[in-house]
């Protein structure tokens, strides 16, 4: 029986900040930013957007298209959660008018939780092939101002639809995971902005790639290049992509292809992620729904690789097969349309964005209206978090 990915939908705030105009504030060479970390804009997000609503746009274009029976489980991947008790997916299993018969919970393990979620609602799929599952994850990448971690700020989500009839991607079962206890990137409760040592954690992405990896390829018998045709990797920053295939090659005794070829290969899973920053959770499955939006050729039939890292840590390296016909179900024009038509802002209005403090006293809220998707936070009152569609 195949196991994938029906459908995936991927949003984004509608307000960019351009790192060259980040560099100037910063008194940076914007060559460092773009060239040298590999990102170009980042996704600033309105104050009426938070996680919900970022997954609750992004899933309802998803569900208009494939209906919403027989969803019977809602996972919301998040390192950004909103409330320490209620999961996101129960608001939005209310947003989006999904069935009362469903399991709906939150899930976290920093950028990797999507990838749990992703396996767990398979096996839930695999023991009862007629249901389906909706796979969320979202996230608002945040670190102090003028930290060296600001430039990797970005925000967005995406939504997938699990099924036994995959129309996108089937997941192969064979799989590489490891995990390792150490301390990279950390949020304590007390904060809104991530601490992370960037240096240390970059290391340690690529030293669990090649555990993954190793794993991966003891379990499945594939060759690097024989057997992927491309790879999406976890993007804190594009540049890492490149990092990161040049460490695999060195594992397997493979030459380093040819800048056209690297670019072949990697080019297309990139393009997003270079528009919107780091989307934490959500980052390996905008890289897939970049390459399947962007890669020039079909790519049917064709294996990709994909590698999930989250900070703390836990890496796995999987791949899937992209299924017959594929182009006909996915969201390229929406997606390339949301891109091009956001709002660019300065440097004034992205720090008096990143500086608008929801009270945290308790007291009642009302959001000004921003420019967003179909559904926005209204406002807070007896503490309660008020949606809205628009
Ligand atoms: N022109 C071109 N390139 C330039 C340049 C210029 N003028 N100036 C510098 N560069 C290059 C540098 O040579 C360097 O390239 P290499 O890494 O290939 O040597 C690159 O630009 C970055 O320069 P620095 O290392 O000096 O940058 P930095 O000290 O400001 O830190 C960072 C970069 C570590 C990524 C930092 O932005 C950071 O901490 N980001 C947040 C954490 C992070 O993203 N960690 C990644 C793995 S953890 C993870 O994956 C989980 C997660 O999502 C957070």
């Not at 990797?152 to 939504?159: I, K, L, N």
């Not at 493979?254 to 990139?270: H, T």
């Not at 890669?295 to 064709?302: R, S, T, Y």
């Not at 559904?375 to 503490?383: E, N, P, S, T, V």
């Amino acid at each position: 029986m195949k196991i994938g990915i029906d459908l995936i939908s991927f949003h984004t705030p509608s307000y960019v900040l351009d790192l060259r105009t980040l560099a100037e504030k910063r008194g940076v060479d914007p060559d460092k930013f773009v060239i040298g970390i590999g990102q170009e804009r980042m996704a600033v997000v309105p104050p009426d957007q938070d996680i919900v609503t970022l997954a609750a746009n992004a899933a309802l274009p998803l569900l208009d298209k494939a209906g919403r029976d027989n969803i019977e489980l809602v996972i919301f991947a998040t390192e950004s959660g909103v409330d320490q008790s209620k999961a996101a997916a129960c608001f939005c299993q209310g947003l989006l008018q999904l069935p009362s018969a469903c399991r709906c919970i939150e899930v976290k393990e920093a950028c990797y939780g999507a990838t749990a979620s992703l396996r767990m609602a398979a096996a839930m799929v695999a023991a009862r092939p007629h249901t389906r599952a909706l796979v969320l994850a979202a996230d608002i990448a945040r670190y102090d101002l003028a930290s060296p971690g600001e430039p990797t700020q970005g925000a967005g989500a995406v939504a997938m639809l699990v099924s036994a009839h995959p129309r996108v991607l089937a997941l192969d079962p064979e799989t590489g995971f490891y995990t390792e206890d150490i301390m990279d990137f950390w949020r304590p409760n007390y904060r809104d902005e991530a601490l992370v040592d960037g240096k240390y954690s970059t290391r340690m992405y690529l030293t669990t790639l090649l555990e993954a990896w190793k794993n991966y390829k003891a379990a499945s018998g594939r060759a690097l290049l024989a057997d992927h045709a491309h790879f999406c990797f976890h993007l804190p920053f594009t540049k890492i992509a490149y990092k990161s295939f040049e460490r695999l090659c060195k594992a397997e005794g493979v030459p380093l292809p040819s800048k056209e070829e690297l670019d072949r290969l990697l080019e297309p899973a990139l393009l997003y992620n270079r528009q919107t920053g780091n989307t934490y959770a959500a980052c390996v499955y905008e890289a897939l729904a970049s390459l399947l939006d962007n890669a020039p050729g079909q790519l049917d039939h064709q294996r990709i690789g994909l590698f999930s890292y989250g900070s703390g840590c836990m890496a796995e390296f999987f791949s899937g097969v992209v299924q017959k016909g594929y182009r006909q179900h996915l969201f390229t024009d929406a997606h390339r349309a949301m891109l091009d038509s956001r709002t660019p802002v300065t440097y004034r209005q992205y720090e008096d964005i990143f500086n608008y403090g929801v009270p945290k006293d308790g007291a009642d809220h009302v959001f000004a209206p921003y420019r967003g998707g179909p559904f926005r936070l209204a406002g807070i009152k007896d503490h309660k978090r008020r949606y809205e569609a628009k």
